[in-house]
């Protein structure tokens, strides 16, 4: 396949549209500098988009990250770039980066289409949608999310049967097949690197059941169930459609765990959890809800009262790890921990168990550099060369790193780091001109 | 009201304990414990009172007993504060505590010490040896003769005041009323384990642990019951030798599997090997192979002219008899078997 080759620069690169991403992004084009925002997945709005609310003060998270969003994306100083990934970064000089972005086909005119779903219904491929993480399907030719931006199509071409039902269907002609992988070299001044973090997978704790037992689901998936755009329009437990009567939240999955590799706390576990089963507790009013700890940590400012508020709505607080979940043949599950107040083994049955799993370094951020070497964490997050003083900054000078790609970090602290972040680029720059 | 003692920690390390006082009480051990019931919750309980060093009720308890150690809870624990080695040295601690003369804990806390004993006897059977003029017959007869006198006196003036005194702290010091009448319906806990350990049935790991386990134990006590009541060296009767060669060779083929198992450390059980876990697997391997060898030997006519295999077979039994057996792990098989029994009493 030939590759067209195109050559751009801008002053600042940044690795990541998420929230932190793009706050950092909207700081440095506000200030005049023009902004290179890229992004692997099709959208921007990293995982805050997909969430229901935030915590402690139950906003909707997507009413707050969509204006954000679309003032990222009307930005005259800031280009997005979705579904491309960066590589080969070379620092040529103080003041000059140079880096390879790779564009993959999206087989769709972006600036075309009317997100109008034609192309949807044309579809004859059914595959998992990894954007409702796998509760329901989608076509191979889909709009991601309701709230995506861009707003457009794309086409996946892995499960695409190339039978141009699509092609035909679409009123604008924007579908093309005959789009492909754009390489451009790049040169900036800066980079921001906002790569975020990526959860647990509990396939890895088989003793849990998640992937075998339909009952047992991650907190993710309940962050969908409960969003305004949720995939079922109410809640429903996977394994038969019942609504769920006893719902068990397991903290620390994949955290705090050394037997799976990661002994840190991840720092949001527990209140995205509070939040859910207060969440749940209006959605489901009769439902009970149980959450088995080992700690709460409601350290944050108006953690320690969202907790309390929880309590106070009738939300089962109980001390003890689950050990193992088994199933029952209706599809309900026991769970088996030690009641820790009581010293006592103890099994409890419920209906639906969510999994809070934890917080893990987005992986392979270092081999992105070529002749700097960015220095990570013993926990293989990005290290941050002056933790105190100057939270910021990497090992390589132009190189600063904002939100949970340096650790595990609620939204605010991801915004604060992002606000820090771009300061510190700014003044890079004046400092380099 | 209980007074703690922190430093109790630096003392079950001497017994192989590590990390457990990494722990933050989670309760995940308990909880994949398959043993673990709502009455009976451990082992979280005992790294919970060992950290504390709460010594009265580590040694009033009979939960360490309770453990058959598949080692579910230290591959789990996300502290890794391995509370399955905490277990295996609280029983090590216990029979310390339980032993009267108080050479088990020093010979488990000393490993000079214990080689010494075993030189020891290494000398005491040379000069035997060297007494009778190194005379197979004499030797023969002598060592048969040693062993039945050893059984009674490791078994009456060692073992029998050593369970009585596990009685003791387990039932009486704790105040446990227990009418006469259960003592003798519960009986047959004791019996039963003793002879079937079938409460390693209900562990999580595969099964063939318990059915090798099982099998060495019934291939030793057969090889015991050979050796000393039928006089196997001497015995004239086909049956009784062919016995003796099938049991034997289960006690080393069985034994030479654990041994293995303790170098490769891929099980979660055999990570961890104390000194004593050494002496007590190799022993048994020893005994059981030279036994073999020697009624090899005396069948193909050759001991007389090899007489130093009986001599090493005489050295193996002595140590195992005088040091293993009433200071070492062997004990396990009595008090796992009485604590079995003292549970079923306390319920």
Redesign the interface.
Known sequence: MEESLKSICYDALVIGAGIAGGEAALNLANTGYKVLLVDKELSVGGKMIMLSKVFPTLDCAACITTPKVSEISRHPNITIFTGSEVSNIRKLSDNEFAAKVTKKPRYVHVEDCTACQLCEKACPTSVRDQYQFGLIGRKAAFIPFSICSPKAAAIDIDNCTLCGACERACPTHCIDFTMETETIELHVKTIIVATGFNLFDPNNMPRYGYGKFKNVITAMQMEREIAPTRPYHTILRPGDGKVPDRIAYVLCVGSRDASVGNPICSQICCMYSIKQAQLLMGALPMADVTIYYINIRSFGKGFEEFYQQAKGMGVNFVKGKIGRISEKENGNLILRYEDINKGKLQEAEHDMVILSTGVLPNKGIDGLFENETLYLDEFSFVGQSDKLASPAKTSIGGVFVAGAATGPMDIPDSILSAGAASSEAISYIIQHA | MAKINPSFGKELKKYGAINFNAC??????????SL????V?FP??MVRVSTLGLEDEIQSSLKPWECYYCGECS??????ANPGELMMSLRRYLTAKYDWTGLSGLMYKSLPLTISAFVLSLIGVLYFAFSVNFDLEKMVHWGHLFEMIAIGTVGFVILLPNVARMWWLTILKPGTKVPFKKYVSSIGELIVHMFTQKRALGCDDNQLRWFEHFIMVIGYLSLLFTTVFLNWFSSEYLIVTLFGYLVSTIVFVVTFDFVLSRIKKKKQISKHSQPSDWFFVIWLFLMGLSAFMVRLFIDLDLLESNKWLYLVHLTVLVQWALIIVPFGKWTHFLYRSFAMYFAKLKA
């Not at chain 2, 591959?75 to 890794?80: A, D, F, G, L, V």
């Open positions: 933050y009480n989670c309760g995940n051990c308990t909880a994949v414990c673990s019931t709502e009455d919750s979280r309980e591959t789990h624990c996300p502290q890794e």
